[in-house]
């Protein structure tokens, strides 16, 4: 049984850091590309960056870039988002899925398992 599970989440002013933390367990980690989405209330879930199985491409979207790392451990069967200088526009719940593609891709649909969410609140 598939299992992926955030972690992290909170309440952090503008301008601060919070460390996402993704655990997968019930597949082969290292066979996945990993991703973060987002879902904002009242808005369609959103693509935030996607680390490709061996760590060795990663992929952002604009409104993140710069300012968010995404990160795996192989060993560990994690992947982490880093996001520093939060906006109050970064507020959703940040999901955590898994695509067994050997590369990276970005639509929501492609992603095979997902986890519950965890909520990020940025207040200004």
């Known amino acids: 049984q598939v299992q992926v599970v955030e972690s992290g989440g909170g309440l952090v002013q503008a301008g601060g850091s919070l460390r996402l933390s993704c655990a997968a367990s019930?597949?082969?980690?290292?066979?996945?590309?990993m991703g973060w989405f987002r879902q904002a209330p009242g808005k369609e879930r959103e693509f935030v960056a996607v680390i490709a199985w061996s760590g060795g491409r990663t992929i952002y979207a604009d409104s993140v870039k710069g300012r968010f790392t995404i990160s795996r451990d192989n060993k560990n069967n994690t992947v982490y988002l880093q996001m520093n200088s939060l906006k109050p526009e970064d507020t959703a719940v940040y999901y955590c899925a898994a695509d067994f593609y050997n590369w990276v891709r970005t639509k929501a649909y492609e992603y095979d398992y997902w986890g519950q969410g965890t909520q990020v609140t940025v207040s200004s």
């Open positions: 019930g597949l082969t980690f290292s066979s996945y590309a």
